[in-house]
């Protein structure tokens, strides 16, 4: 069968220890049966593994990073779109979707490169800091949570949630806190990082299970794959995790896929507790690094999401396979200076 | 007791429940029993077959079989259906 040729653009190729999901979902896009997709990878950093790994990234060019706002974007990929024709561009970093979704449309009329965002709005009900709204409108168990710009606030919450809770970032990073002083010591470290506000949530007791899915936009869930950690990383990233059959945690996140009308990847983490209930920790708003689980228990989740991009319609993937593994391992490649030069002065390779 | 549904068990003991993907491995006499579970007996079958197969007094036999049994409804192998 011949393969159509198209051109995905991707981020998220920081395949390290905390990994992007750039590369999985590049490899699955490899992987389409009806597309023959050649890779632009966009990169923020000189050292992101991707921008070196040949036989999955073609061609690579840099991005201004997201500090820099939408309109330095839009100019650096017009600058990509006068040197590519992109068909499909997939961001996958939680804190540069802002900036995408802003630029979408001008993206397809000015530059005919196609996304699948979800709006503005969409994307804002289920920041962390939304949360507690987000379960209540659409019928989900979330713990509660705070939004804080002073550590002082944290005396306030004690009289509502008890320890240990949990301090998080607005974008990553969560920690453990066992009492007051932790707790302070966290928010500094948060702010220094990630900045304001830091959110305070209940810690909720249970195993941690997540799912990695896909929406229309239109109100369907095109497909879900839910997963368990088997091995964590000293920063909490799945390392090995396995596929799951949990039809009432699909159900539960169909639901929230459905009901908010979700367009493009996610990741929705949840905790399940003793007593068999699933409270919604957070829901990512692109693919999680561990995307490509899906890929290998049949369902492409990346190939879907292209294919909605270029206005096709996709048929809602109706099972998969459980007990699919994961492993991930480290492995060296070696660069010439030279490739590394070439990106660090000239910003592509 | 049942063996949950979707529960799988091979042929060397090892035990996969995809709800929780959880893993185990048990010896002959826990497949031995598994087999039985999954076959519907009632535990009072499958007690004498215990007792039959590794020539066991009741005794000892009931308090393996109960011990085996507990510890497979703690992992949320089994239910009471």
């Not at chain 1, 449309?105 to 709006?119: G, H, R, V």
């Not at chain 2, 185990?24 to 079958?45: D, H």
């Not at chain 2, 007690?47 to 109960?66: F, G, P, S």
Request: hydrophobic fraction near 35%.
């Amino acid at each position: 069968m011949n393969k159509r040729k198209i051109t995905v653009a991707a981020t998220g190729l920081n395949n390290i220890d905390s990994p992007g999901p750039g590369i999985p979902v590049i490899r699955g896009l490899k992987e389409s049966e009806t597309l023959d997709i050649r890779i632009v990878g966009l990169s923020y950093e000189t050292l992101e593994p991707g921008i070196y790994m040949h036989d999955l990234v073609d061609k690579v060019y840099q991005l201004p990073l997201p500090t820099a706002g939408s309109a330095v974007l839009k100019e650096r990929l017009r600058y990509i779109a006068s040197q590519e024709k992109i068909d499909v561009l997939i961001p996958n970093f939680d804190a540069e979707l802002h900036n995408f979704i802003k630029i979408q449309d001008d993206l397809k009329n000015e530059l005919n490169i196609a996304t699948f965002l979800p709006s503005q709005a969409i994307f804002d009900e289920r920041q962390k800091s939304e949360l507690g709204k987000f379960g209540e409108k659409y019928g989900v168990k979330v713990p509660e949570s705070h939004m804080i710009n002073q550590v002082t606030e944290i005396r306030k919450l004690e009289e509502s949630l008890h320890y240990p809770m949990v301090i998080k970032g607005r974008y990553y990073d969560a920690y453990i806190a066992l009492t007051y002083e932790q707790a302070s010591n966290y928010f500094y470290k948060i702010i220094a990082k990630w900045g304001y506000p830091v959110i305070v949530q209940e810690f909720v007791t249970g195993t941690e299970v997540n799912v990695t899915a896909i929406g229309d936009g239109k109100g369907t869930c095109i497909g879900a794959v839910a997963m368990r950690k088997l091995y964590i990383t000293d920063k909490g990233k799945a390392w090995s995790g396995i596929s799951l059959e949990d039809d009432e945690l699909l159900d539960i996140s169909k639901r929230v896929i459905e009901n908010s009308k979700w367009r493009g990847g996610c990741e929705l983490e949840f905790i399940k507790t003793k007593d068999d209930e699933y409270y919604l920790l957070e829901m990512n708003p692109r693919f999680p690094a561990w995307v490509y689980l899906a890929n290998g228990c049949g369902q492409n989740h990346p190939e879907a999401l292209v294919k909605m991009a270029l206005g096709e319609e996709v048929k809602p993937f109706t099972n998969y396979q459980s007990g699919k593994m994961f492993i991930r391992y480290s492995y060296d490649l070696i660069v010439d200076i030279s490739e590394f030069q070439q990106i660090s002065t000239m910003g592509e390779r | 007791m049942k063996v949950r549904k979707n529960i799988a068990i091979s042929e060397n003991g090892f035990i996969f429940n995809p709800l929780t993907g959880d893993s185990f491995s048990v010896n002959e006499t826990g497949v031995f029993i598994l087999q039985k579970l999954k076959e519907e007996e009632s535990e009072a079958t499958i007690l004498q077959n215990l007792m039959d197969e590794y020539e066991l007094d009741a005794h000892t036999a009931e308090k393996d079989l109960n011990d085996f049994l507990s510890m497979l409804q703690n992992y949320q192998l089994t239910t009471n259906e």
